[in-house]
């Protein structure tokens, strides 16, 4: 088995000069001090005060700005995720880019019919068998979340699903503490126990946080199981501008920022070294014209600089669309988001194939995106200045009177330029005669041959038998 970490072309656009940054880091400081934050867990409460931070109020934790830089000086500048063969296929660090589906929409985009319906488990096992297949994504989320399952305990089915169909790391979401354990079992169980997850990770757990001054119960116990037991962890406090932070970008960032620096130091404080991923995407942004919070507005990348500033792994969004259908403005949101997040140096980038600002998910989208990746990847690619690549021995014996087409130098690199899988570069008459068929219909067409012909390398029968038990093990929380 061979892998190959492909070269990425982030960090090519800085969004903030390093005294923007300083500023609205000092300003995150600022919060931490003077306003600071909840936090919703006794245990959280107690180590950071046990370090030297202030409360009042029961849980309202004001940070000094030395537990900052004692957090930022232990917290790792890389964290890898592994596949589940053990080969480190994303080592998350600096400008390296990296890119995946996003996970738990509430609806789905059958793409055989173009109807807009409730997911089902099956629309997460085919999400994830497309990204297994797709050479440009680079690891799964669950995308959808299936309502033919218990909802209080689906986050198992999804976890489950993810490791049954895929040997490409996973971003898995649970919906409370018990759910990460169970999910960090299976995982365990498809390693080869505790000390090889923990040696290798296979999975990082997305931790959604209400703001960056309120820290739930729920974020905070997964935190600090997942630091605990040294396993990666995204910790995202996500505001909404002039909703649940300042309308301003500078002001609505520095806000979530401090509640980022509040959960490396408790991550730090639980094991230092522990590894976790900030935020690389600034909140959505709340439209005054339509009351909507928006996903592919042009502000988001002004966060990435902040997370290159601190150097810290981030956890960044494109792909996205506030499109409600796949179609022109899709593709168009979708292709800009990814080249600007490309372009800013976002590491691990995610909610390719989300419609609807999020509520909807297209596997027509997703295939789209990565063409789009694969394009974006060609053009970040390094390009060769040698004597093999210049060929004025060629140029000379052709001459101004002779051609390239059937030279030994034309045919032994013609496959080293770009060719797209979904777009379309034949004659107007070529393409009518295979059918005239537009982007839609390709993409349409795309997803039926992947999922009539891709089987995903499956796990060993014990394993996947773990797995569905501690799926069923899970009680549901039911309600009258």
């Not at 989300?354 to 789209?368: A, K, M, R």
């Amino acid at each position: 088995m061979t892998y190959q970490i492909q070269t990425r072309c982030g960090g090519l656009f800085p969004r903030l000069s390093q005294d923007q940054c300083r500023r609205i880091h000092d300003a995150s400081l600022e919060i931490l001090e003077r306003v600071g934050a909840r936090l919703d867990l006794q245990e959280a409460v107690d180590l950071i005060t046990g370090a030297g931070a202030e409360v009042s109020d029961g849980n309202l934790v004001r940070v000094p700005a030395r537990l900052v830089e004692q957090a930022l000086a232990t917290a790792p500048r890389e964290v890898t995720l592994y596949n589940r063969h053990g080969e480190p296929v994303m080592p998350v660090a600096a400008d390296r880019c990296f890119y995946g589906p996003g996970s738990d929409c509430l609806n789905i985009i059958d793409h055989r019919s173009g109807e807009r319906r409730a997911p089902v488990l099956q629309d997460v096992v085919d999400g994830v068998r497309l990204c297994d297949f797709l050479p440009d994504i680079d690891y799964v989320m669950s995308m959808v979340l299936p309502t033919d399952v218990d909802g209080t305990v689906a986050d198992r089915y999804q976890m489950e699903a993810m490791l049954s169909w895929t040997t490409k790391p996973i971003v898995y979401v649970t919906y409370d503490a018990t759910g990460c354990v169970d999910a960090v079992k299976m995982a365990e169980a498809v390693a080869g126990g505790a000390a090889a997850l923990e040696r290798a990770p296979i999975a990082a757990c997305y931790i959604n946080v209400i703001s960056g001054l309120r820290h739930n119960k729920e974020a905070l116990e997964k935190l600090l199981f997942l630091a605990g037991r040294n396993l990666p962890s995204l910790y995202i406090p996500s505001s909404t501008a002039a909703m649940t932070s300042p309308v301003t970008p500078a002001g609505s960032v520095a806000l979530d920022y401090a509640g980022v620096l509040v959960g490396l130091i408790l991550a730090q404080l639980k094991r230092e070294g522990a590894p976790v991923i900030v935020p690389a995407m600034a909140g959505s942004n709340f439209d005054m014209k339509t009351l909507v919070s928006t996903y592919a507005e042009p502000e988001r990348t002004m966060i990435q600089a902040l997370k290159r500033y601190h150097g810290i792994p981030g956890f960044a969004i494109a792909g996205a669309s506030d499109a409600k259908v796949f179609d022109q403005q899709a593709a168009a949101e979708a292709a800009l988001t990814l080249a600007v997040e490309t372009l800013a140096g976002g590491n691990i980038i995610h909610d390719l194939g989300y419609l609807e600002s999020g509520l909807t998910f297209s596997f027509q989208q997703l295939i789209l995106c990565n063409e789009i990746v694969s394009w974006i990847q060609a053009f970040g690619r390094e390009f060769e200045v040698s004597n093999e690549t210049l060929a004025l021995d060629v140029i000379v014996k052709a001459g101004p009177d002779g051609d390239f087409l059937t030279t030994d130098h034309t045919l032994g690199h013609f496959r080293d330029r770009w060719y797209p899988s979904l777009f379309e570069r034949a004659t107007h008459h070529a393409w009518l005669q295979k059918g005239g068929r537009t982007l839609a219909e390709r993409a349409t067409l795309a997803v039926d041959d992947i999922l009539s012909k891709h089987t995903p390398e499956p796990l060993p029968p014990d394993v996947a038998l773990e797995l569905r038990h501690i799926a069923q093990a899970a009680t549901p929380l039911h309600t009258s």
